[in-house]
């Protein structure tokens, strides 16, 4: 039952005030992915693209709240906005794996109902994220693999698009980059301990976005090209639903990026959420200790986005930048790129 | 720092009693998958043989223990002892796809460390639960799926064999009875709807264990052929880290089996260890609340093992019955199957 209105009965009649606008706050969060990001190292005009196209893809989500939108709506709306920028590691701004192509993972979760979706190691999806939200919505199940994930897409009416699609120069010169690194690395190491020895910006970025609905509920999403020069169809955290993504009205929404491996070990979204719950903890606080306490101790590097019910947010990582940006009903729209800004 | 005994000044002298006995219990679990097992269903025969197994893979994992090795030593023996049993839904006795074949999913997880590997959607490697350690012991990487993940195989001289080889008559014919059974249900419904009404039996089906070392450590593992009839790449819990299985020697080691996609968005093995490490709870009240608690009112079916550092075992399970057994310092070798035993 919903509480609408608060009534007084005065002088044999009812007074009604409509709790709506106090008790419906709506709220949202996205990141662009947290790693080495320095000031320093970007021209004015790489920095303000990219604050411009976190801007949008906000007000996007936040426009579908306002209109009374559902907070899964507004998730999606934010990340394929971001999806389809070349500025960011997901769908068209997809790194390259080993062997010069690109495979994405997405996934989303509904927190009001825990239903999932989750695609892993897609090649030919022009929106990952809306490809896991058919797989929560028309599909018996929660995650799906590789040439699988598109033949449901097919069987949905998804059109399968070019891998080239995701080609961009820069991330080819990643790509050679991080080869001629691992070059160097494999002299005297194996390929395990050469990829551990890639710097951060190889093995991180993904965009994703939390948000809360007029309804009171919240939904998570995240979707990412994953790793740069990645093999043997590696999957990251972003599809795995614990780790990358999380969402339960009972205690919050998570969206995470960082170094995969370690958010799966770690059970970085749903840990943040357990510690909610069970600790009574602010999001920002079960954040701090997981991003801080946790995963900086054991050489973990990411960040999160979080939201809880009542429309508070953490934005929380460990790295020298983490792409963001937020807006509630009860804050104005910020963005921001370095630690302190 | 470990105390390894207890010694008395008596007399100017020192007595010493070593406390190894006391002080380094060791424990193991299997559960070879939980459904509706009827006694009526089996003919003696066919009890004595799931018996016969689960009581040779819980003694080749305790014998690890009892020698001295470790924790994940004897969840690897566990589990490929029943992975090579035509009688269990992994590896040697996995169900069938939709399409006609097998495919596999493996997770592993290690306790002390929480270095995690998992292997899904392979057809060509006879035992999972191997790749998957091979995976988190070397590999940069926690989660491999599909071609992938047997090119990985092949780069550390784990032979691909053909996916025939896990080919059993009785899984083809639960293989056609399931199509049938889609059939009828697709008249008048879509492929999610059908697949949700089959009888969970088809959904079902794993086998894992969790064990606790002399040392103090613990681990878990899952091994599957995943869902009767399954499509589109479909991942289970088995290998995702948090749902299907996950060991942390600060809460607890657990391996679960069920539906899968309720154990992923209810993040069953990693929620329970939460719950123990946050609330203080017992194993078997934790694993109590998590699977009748919270899985039976949505209509999640199916069971968990789980263990601690202090060698506390908990085998819970909603369905009307789970292949289990159980053996520990204190307390002797079980096997059991029904509810009732």
């Given at each position: 039952m919903?509480?609408?209105?608060?009534?007084?009965?005065?002088?044999?009649?009812?007074?009604?005030?409509?709790?709506?606008?106090?008790?419906?706050?709506?709220?949202?969060?996205?990141?662009?992915?947290?790693?080495?990001?320095?000031?320093?190292?970007m021209t004015?005009?790489?920095?303000?693209?990219?604050?411009?196209?976190?801007?949008?893809?906000?007000?996007?989500?936040?426009?579908?709240?306002e209109?009374?939108?559902s907070?899964l709506?507004?998730?999606?709306a934010?990340?394929?906005?971001?999806?389809?920028?070349?500025?960011?590691?997901?769908?068209?701004g997809?790194?390259?794996?080993?062997?010069?192509?690109?495979?994405?993972?997405?996934?989303?979760?509904?927190?009001?109902?825990?239903?999932?979706?989750?695609?892993?190691?897609?090649?030919?999806i022009?929106?990952?994220?809306?490809?896991?939200?058919?797989?929560?919505?028309?599909?018996?199940?929660?995650?799906?693999?590789?040439?699988g994930?598109?033949?449901?897409?097919?069987?949905?009416?998804?059109?399968?698009?070019?891998?080239?699609?995701?080609?961009?120069?820069?991330r080819?010169?990643?790509?050679?980059?991080?080869k001629?690194?691992?070059?160097q690395?494999?002299?005297?190491?194996?390929y395990?301990?050469?990829?551990?020895?890639?710097?951060?910006?190889?093995?991180?970025?993904?965009?994703?976005?939390?948000?809360?609905?007029?309804?009171?509920?919240?939904?998570a999403?995240?979707?990412?090209?994953?790793?740069?020069?990645?093999?043997?169809?590696?999957?990251?955290?972003?599809?795995?639903?614990?780790a990358?993504?999380?969402?339960?009205?009972?205690?919050?929404?998570?969206s995470?990026?960082?170094?995969?491996?370690?958010?799966?070990?770690?059970?970085?979204?749903?840990?943040?959420?357990?510690?909610?719950?069970?600790?009574?903890?602010?999001?920002?606080?079960?954040?701090?200790?997981?991003?801080?306490?946790?995963?900086?101790?054991v050489?973990?590097?990411?960040?999160?986005i979080?939201?809880?019910?009542?429309g508070?947010?953490?934005?929380?990582?460990?790295t020298?930048?983490?792409?963001?940006?937020?807006?509630?009903?009860?804050?104005?729209?910020?963005?921001a790129?370095?630690?302190?800004?």
């Open positions: 919903r509480i609408t209105a608060l009534c007084l009965l005065m002088s044999a009649a009812f007074v009604c005030v409509p709790l709506q606008a106090a008790e419906r706050p709506v709220a949202i969060a996205i990141h662009g992915g947290a790693g080495t990001i320095e000031k320093s190292a004015p005009a790489q920095e303000r693209a990219h604050r411009e196209k976190l801007r949008e893809a906000l007000d996007r989500g936040y426009a579908v709240l209109k009374g939108g907070s709506d507004a998730v999606v934010a990340i394929t906005t971001l999806e389809q920028s070349p500025l960011f590691n997901a769908a068209k997809a790194v390259y794996t080993f062997d010069g192509h690109h495979e994405l993972d997405a996934s989303i979760m509904d927190g009001k109902t825990r239903q999932a979706g989750a695609v892993a190691g897609v090649q030919h022009e929106s990952p994220i809306s490809l896991a939200r058919l797989v929560m919505e028309k599909s018996p199940f929660v995650m799906l693999a590789g040439d994930a598109e033949e449901f897409a097919r069987s949905q009416g998804v059109p399968l698009v070019d891998n080239k699609l995701f080609d961009t120069k820069r080819y010169e990643q790509l050679q980059k991080a001629d690194k691992l070059k690395e494999r002299k005297d190491k194996d395990q301990a050469a990829v551990q020895a890639l710097p951060t910006p190889y093995k991180v970025g993904t965009v994703g976005a939390v948000a809360l609905d007029k309804y009171g509920n919240i939904a999403g995240t979707s990412t090209g994953g790793m740069t020069a990645k093999r043997y169809g590696r999957i990251g955290d972003s599809p795995v639903i614990g990358g993504t999380f969402a339960d009205n009972d205690s919050c929404a998570v995470a990026t960082g170094h995969g491996e370690y958010f799966i070990r770690y059970n970085v979204a749903a840990d943040i959420c357990a510690r909610v719950r069970y600790r009574g903890e602010s999001v920002a606080q079960a954040a701090d200790e997981v991003i801080n306490g946790v995963l900086t101790p050489g973990g590097t990411g960040g999160v979080v939201l809880d019910r009542k508070n947010i953490a934005l929380t990582f460990n020298s930048g983490m792409y963001r940006a937020s807006r509630s009903s009860s804050s104005p729209a910020q963005v790129i370095f630690k302190d800004n």
